[in-house]
């Protein structure tokens, strides 16, 4: 039934090393998210793909790269993992934005943490 | 540039008691209005929206909202609270369509804790 899936929920990485979050959507939508919140904090933008076209959010650290090899699938990658790194990490689905189409589908998200 | 600000960070709330979950938002152009819900350890749902109309919109689990352009507020209500509604909530907004997708930006949230 699940309709955004996001592996791992739970994910444990050392200072510095690489690590990748997953996502995969069965709704076929065009449009993939990648929120980060932070604890008692707000879920944050980093970026989103419009099919294939990537779209960063300004502030969003060059630390954070992500990749969506086809409909189904997109990824995040941290190259660098850093303490202040360790958050949710949310991704979502929508159609194109019209007043139509407003609703974006989470996954449960990713808890990420650095030690 | 828009913000959104939930004023409470925190509201308890005993059983079958009415509660108001407070949203203003700033924004110098029409947005889209959202209340999304968190569990523990669980993604965002939807909760209800307000794109245009009404003023007054109805949502799952007994919430509605009312969305004010004078005050630039969009609270949320529920007549009577359960225990299972306890739960974090977020305001959002959007702009419309031909702007940045459906970029969501979130207020800080709101947890709301109903006491038996």
């Known amino acids: 039934d699940a309709m955004v899936i996001q592996n791992p929920r739970y994910q444990v990485t050392q200072f510095g090393k690489p690590v990748t979050l997953s996502c995969s959507q069965t709704l076929n939508h065009n449009v993939m998210y990648w929120y980060q919140q932070k604890s008692s904090q707000a879920p944050k933008l980093l970026f989103h793909?419009?099919?294939?076209?990537?779209?960063n959010e300004a502030d969003t650290p060059d630390n954070f790269q992500s990749r969506r090899p086809n409909t189904s699938f997109c990824f995040l990658d941290i190259r660098s993992p850093g303490l202040g790194d360790a958050a949710m990490y949310l991704c979502a689905t929508s159609r194109p934005w019209t007043e139509l189409n407003t609703e974006a589908f989470f996954g449960q998200g990713t808890r990420l943490t650095v030690v | 540039a828009q913000s959104v600000t939930q004023l409470d960070s925190q509201v308890p709330v005993f059983e079958e008691a009415p509660v108001e979950l407070r949203c203003n938002y700033s924004s110098s152009v029409s947005v889209y209005l959202f209340w999304y819900v968190q569990y523990p350890n669980q993604g965002l749902q939807l909760l209800l929206k307000y794109l245009s109309g009404s003023t007054l919109v109805k949502g799952i689990n007994g919430f509605e909202a009312e969305f004010n352009k004078s005050q630039t507020s969009f609270h949320l209500r529920k007549p009577s609270v359960h225990i299972s509604d306890t739960a974090e909530y977020f305001c959002?907004?959007?702009?419309?369509?031909?702007?940045?997708?459906?970029?969501?930006?979130f207020g800080k949230g709101t947890k709301l804790s109903v006491k038996p």
């Open positions: 959002a907004v959007s702009y419309h369509y031909g702007g940045s997708q459906g970029n969501l930006i």
């Open positions: 793909y419009y099919d294939k076209d990537f779209n």
